[in-house]
């Protein structure tokens, strides 16, 4: 069974980088099968795409936050993390990873339960 599970802190002060931690189990993040996603959802607004990592460590981020946005992957532990710098109480919201088969990107079938980041001073 895939299970992500993301982690990190609640709370993040401003002008701070918000780090954040997806840990994957029952599905290496290596195999050539699956992309792995960072998408939040901000209080009353639409969830939101904010980047993925492939198969290969190739990273891509939604090009309004790219300047800002980083994700990487530790293969040996089969994480994948996101940092996004700079961070404003406009970037509060829950954060979610999520996996999506390599050649349906947008098919994001399977999701951790997400956690809840408040960006405050």
């Known amino acids: 069974q895939v299970q992500l599970q993301e982690s990190g802190p609640g709370l993040v002060k401003p002008s701070q980088t918000l780090s954040l931690t997806c840990n994957v189990s029952?599905?290496?993040?290596?195999?050539?099968?699956?992309?792995w996603h960072w998408i939040r959802q901000s209080p009353g607004k639409e969830l939101e795409w904010i980047g993925v990592?492939?198969?290969?460590?190739?990273?891509y981020y939604t090009p309004s936050r790219e300047s800002r946005t980083s994700i990487s992957r530790d293969t040996s532990s089969n994480q994948f993390t996101l940092r996004l710098d700079s961070v404003t109480p406009e970037d509060t919201a829950m954060y979610f990873c999520a996996r999506s088969p390599y050649n349906a990107m947008w098919s994001l079938d399977i999701w951790g339960q997400g956690t809840q980041v408040t960006v405050s001073s």
């Open positions: 990592i492939t198969y290969t460590g190739t990273p």
């Open positions: 029952g599905n290496s993040i290596k195999t050539g099968l699956y992309y």
